[in-house]
């Protein structure tokens, strides 16, 4: 397996032999990277898929070979922030200053964001302190529970990626919850300029 192969994510040898022989703990490293890579270009494909609608204009059957570009994906620090700024857009106290904060043992954090960007899918009652072990774990399995009813694109995280603060777990967490909310964002654009205006009764 080359790194040309699979769409420049890296694939050591090493790696590429585990693949072959089925190796659980290599397949998920390997399906992690892909996802990572997806989540991080999402915003440069909307940008090609946008320059692509925009040429059908003028051109009738387009070709876009346009392929995500490195310097226009999202970084780790530009979701670090947006993370930050949607839960202080609610109120709430709880923030990070990165993504191996051990304050995001208790899930508080992710437990505001995904309140932010889904008003309305977290019931506080079942939200902890998480002051021990044991309310951190059920508050990371309950906000996990949480993402995946709202949509939010399957991540190979688990709640002990949670409660252990695996740095690069939680990176493809957040990323996913953005990509998630802009998602969301860019149908919402779409289905508004599709939506033809409402005629003023006379």
């Known amino acids: 397996v080359s790194t040309q192969s699979t769409g420049g994510v890296p694939v050591h040898v090493n790696m590429a ?16 990277q892909l996802m990572k890579y997806d989540v991080m270009h999402f915003r440069e ?15 009738p059957s387009p070709s876009p070979s346009s392929s995500p570009d490195e ?7 530009e979701i670090l922030n947006w993370a930050t700024e949607k839960v202080a857009e609610t109120g709430e106290l709880t923030t990070i200053c990165g993504f191996d904060d051990q304050s995001i043992m208790d899930c508080l954090f992710l437990i505001n964001l995904i309140e932010a960007i ?20 059920s508050n990371s399995q309950y906000f996990l529970n949480v993402i ?15 409660v252990q603060v695996r740095q690069k777990s939680i990176l493809l967490l957040v ?12 149908r919402h654009n779409r289905q508004q300029q599709q939506t033809p205006p409402t005629k003023e009764k006379e």
């Open 17 to 32: 032999r585990d693949l072959a022989e089925g190796a659980r703990t290599s397949t998920l490293a390997f399906l992690n």
């Open 118 to 137: 889904e008003p309305g899918s977290i019931n506080f009652a079942w939200v902890f302190p998480g002051k021990t072990l044991s309310e951190c774990i």
């Open 148 to 162: 995946w009813r709202a949509g939010v694109p399957m991540v190979l995280c688990t709640w002990e990626d949670v």
């Open 71 to 77: 310097k226009n994906s999202l970084t780790e620090l």
């Open 45 to 59: 494909r909307i940008r090609i898929q946008q320059n692509a609608e925009n040429e059908m204009l003028l051109w």
């Open 175 to 186: 990323a996913s919850l953005f990509f998630h909310y802009e998602r969301n964002l860019v």
